[in-house]
């Protein structure tokens, strides 16, 4: 069983975020991963829910702010919906990720988690007036 970490850096590489997830088998696909991360993020916050989600991707009917979004009220939030939100926006280069020392560019990529333990998840963030 493999342990992973997932990280989230700026474009410039600076370390905004880590945490591990333990048990998982030794090959995943990048889909499997993202979709594991985002229920990771999804169930962190439902055992607390806030006004605030700091996660992958911006749920619906939340505002971006610095690393994280604002919600119009503290809720839950739908994990399956986040996933596909988060499928979606790895299509559209909405964030990289990075295995060793390389891009992954297609969701269905296996990565050897015990060769490549460590996942960097770097969002882009558009440029306002661009």
């Known amino acids: 069983m493999a342990t992973v970490t997932f990280r989230d850096e700026t474009a410039t590489g600076?370390?905004?975020?880590a945490w591990e997830?333990?048990?998982?088998?030794?090959?995943m696909t990048v889909r499997e991963l993202i979709r594991l991360r985002v229920q990771e993020e999804v169930a962190r916050h439902n055992a607390r829910p806030g006004d605030r989600?700091?996660?992958l991707v911006r749920p619906a009917d939340a505002e971006a702010e610095v690393n994280?979004?604002?919600?119009?009220e503290p809720r839950r939030i739908d994990g399956e919906r986040q996933a596909e939100i988060a499928e979606r926006a790895f299509?559209?280069?909405g964030f990289f990720v990075l295995t060793g020392d390389r891009q992954v560019e297609d969701l269905d990529?296996?990565?050897d988690l015990t060769v490549d333990p460590d996942l960097?998840?770097?969002k882009l963030v558009a440029?306002?007036?661009?």
């Open 14 to 17: 600076k370390p905004v975020a």
């Open 21 to 27: 997830v333990a048990g998982l088998p030794d090959r």
């Open 91 to 93: 299509l559209a280069n």
């Open 53 to 55: 989600f700091d996660g």
């Open 120 to 122: 960097v998840f770097i």
């Open 109 to 111: 990529e296996v990565v």
């Open 127 to 130: 440029l306002v007036g661009g």
């Open 68 to 72: 994280g979004y604002r919600l119009r």
